[in-house]
């Protein structure tokens, strides 16, 4: 059984770093890719940046670009996701998910999820 853990998430200043790890287990992915997701509350969960396992396939919101970087260590099956300048609209539960095949922004095409961490940027 696959399992996502996600950690890192934490309070910070505006302008403040965060880096979140997710932890796969259960499965070597050889393909497909990981997915980052947040969701603030009362609104829908959204795409943040996805990495594909093999190869440097990087997909980004554009509300992050620059701003975030995603990652990935095979050899751990960890996927990251370092948060600079960070915003208090980046305030969320930030979920991690893997894909088996593929690389995109669509929730509904990813199979495994975490169960989110969150992360809280005051002003």
């Known amino acids: 059984q696959v399992q996502l853990v996600e950690s890192g998430g934490g309070l910070v200043q505006a302008g403040g770093s965060l880096r979140l790890s997710c932890a796969a287990s259960?499965?070597?992915?050889?393909?497909?890719?990981m997915g980052w997701f947040r969701q603030a509350p009362g609104k829908e969960r959204d795409f943040v940046a996805a990495?594909?396992?093999?190869?440097?396939?990087?997909y980004y919101a554009d509300s992050v670009k620059g701003r975030f970087t995603i990652s990935r260590d095979n050899a751990k099956n960890t996927v990251y996701l370092q948060m600079n300048s960070l915003k208090p609209e980046d305030t969320a539960v930030y979920y991690c998910?893997?894909?088996?095949?593929?690389?995109?922004?669509?929730?509904?095409?990813?199979?495994?999820w975490g169960q989110g961490t969150q992360v809280t940027v005051s002003s």
């Open positions: 259960g499965r070597t992915f050889s393909s497909g890719s």
């Open positions: 998910a893997a894909r088996l095949y593929g690389l995109g922004y669509s929730s509904g095409n990813y199979h495994y």
């Open positions: 990495i594909t396992w093999i190869g440097t396939d990087t």
